[in-house]
Structure formats: C-alpha cells, structure tokens
Nanobody, 117 residues
Framework: QVQLVDSGGGSVQAGGSLRLSCAAS????????MGWFRQAPGKEREFVAS???????KDYADSVKGRFTISRDNTNSAYLQMNNLKPEDTAVYYC???????????WGQGTQVTVSS
C-alpha cells in the first residue's frame, strides 16, 4: 500500500516562498513518477508540476514556470519549492505518485497554501 504525506503549507504574503514536502511510504521509490496538483475553492484539481522516476525530466504548468521547482531525493521524498507566490496560487496542494509499471496513481492528503496580497 502506497502512502503519501504532504506537508509544508502555510500562509504567506505575495512574493513569499514556501517549500512543500511529500514523504512516500513505498518499497521502491524510483518506480514512481512524482507530481504536485492543486485545487482552489470552486475549481477543479489542476496539474502543477511533475518529475520522472530518474529526476531527469520535469514538467510545469505554464502558470508556475520560473517560480516553482520540483525535486526528489533518495529519502523517498519529493518537494515543491515555491517562490514569488501570488494570491492566485492559493489552493490545497496534493502530492501524487504514479507507478511507472502499472499506471496506478496515489494521492497525499493535501496541504493548504494561502497567499495574501
């Protein structure tokens, strides 16, 4: 059973930074591509960023390019460094893990990010 625990959310002013963390309880972390999604009130969940199992390939939503950076390490963790935050970044952020072999997807519980102007 895959378990993901998101953390690092909080409240910041516009222009501030936050770093989200996702701790994955999996047998072989490198079998999973990792990603971050977010859902604002009244809106659908949307893609934010992803990183391949090797860490060599990264993808970002246009709205966060140049401000957010996704990474992963050998401690079964993924991160989302968020700089120059804007009020429109306010949302619940969810960690996602996708099994490269089966395509199964797993979600964290979410962490709230609130950016005030």
């Amino acid at each position: 059973q895959v378990q993901l625990v998101d953390s690092g959310g909080g409240s910041v002013q516009a222009g501030g930074s936050l770093r989200l963390s996702c701790a994955a309880s999996v047998r072989t972390f490198r079998n999973y591509a990792m990603g971050w999604f977010r859902q604002a009130p009244g809106k659908e969940r949307e893609f934010v960023a992803s990183i391949s199992w090797s860490g060599n390939s990264k993808d970002y939503a246009d709205s966060v390019k140049g401000r957010f950076t996704i990474s992963r390490d050998n401690t079964n963790s993924a991160y989302l460094q968020m700089n120059n935050l804007k009020p429109e970044d306010t949302a619940v952020y969810y960690c996602n893990a996708e099994d490269a072999f089966t395509g199964s997807a797993y979600w964290g519980q979410g962490t709230q990010v609130t950016v005030s102007s």
